[in-house]
């Protein structure tokens, strides 16, 4: 026998117009389809056979923030990393605006919101880094339907040009840098400009001059530095 | 011998009358005496201490520029411009520290121009710290009075001990406390 079904929000939850109840049981199971909500929805699921009809309640719920990251969690400063928010259903029509934060927009800042787009459970975002005196631990929050946090450090800058130590071969790079021989990339900025030191804690200025040299030369050939 | 006190980093080109003793000058003198072709010129560098520095700093940087006379040139032959090894030398108690040069030639309008940057992570002292080879083109005569310094900033190190090796250090600028000297031989 068929039992008809109805829904009273499709667009939230949809159900087969009828389903069949085979014959010598007593009861068959039916699929109840349900779609993404930007706010918690209450459908009515109606079956009605021979004229009677029961209801069944059915919260359909938005997704919220199931998870929430940033890579790398350490760089330095001026360097990007990579925020990705992931929700824990699909985001609904018109897409989840996930609110961002961060506990020290002077150290890494974020966009004020993140958008889902309709249908997928996860987006990206950057997150930009400033030059730091000193590491920096930073609280990501991302907001939509649940509070997640993610963790990041922000350090200073290193010295190190090359990536395998800073070496004489640093001191020289900045030497170059400082006499604009070489013009500096952004990653060149993040190693480089760590001068001026105030009490050994390095003060980055913006610029690449013979402070930095300084600085670099003698972290190189291990002497007190930042 | 030049010198300029460099607190406000002046462009000096101050005619010294002490560098003629040291050469310059040629082409035909006063009475019609033709002089030799001179072809190099070699600059010897300098600071003097004119200022407090305080106790327990170090000066580890110089960044400065000359200004070459017309027909003055040093070797480059890289690009960008650095200069050749040798032509410009770390000397006195700044020998071995981490010396560049940048030749900047002439043009129709602007003179050639040298930026020497040296570093030193230990430090050095006050004085002779570096020396300049520079060529002469025929049928030039610069006197050593033509050549300016231009710039000058000097950098160092204010260091509080908390026992080594755990210095806490400061950067300083000392380009207020030092003078640059500059002594040109041409022959």
Redesign the interface.
Known sequence: MAISLNSSDPSAAGVPDTVTVPAGSASAAFTVTTYPVASSTFATITAVYSGVARTAMLTITPPVVKSLSVNPTSVLGRIISQGTVTLSGPAPAGGAAVALSSSDPSAAGVPATVTVPAGSTSAAFTVTTYAVAGSTPVTISATYGSILTAALTVNPADGDFYGDGVK?ED??KA??I????DTPTAIDFAHGDV??????RSHPDGKI???D???I??K??G???W | MKKISLSGMLILGLALSTLAACGGGGGADSVGITNPQQTKAVLTLSTSVTGAIPSDTTINGYDLTITLPAGVTVKSTTTPPQTDTGVVTSTGSAAGSSITAVYSPATATIPGKVRILLANGNGYYAGEFSKVNCDIAAGHYPKTSDFQLSTFAASGLLHTHLGYPDDNITNVDLTGQLSLTETVVIN
């Open positions: 004489v001191a020289l030497l170059r400082a006499a604009a021989l001068a001026p030191l105030v009490n050994s001059d013979i402070n040299v300084i600085a030369l003698r190189a050939v002497l007190p530095g």
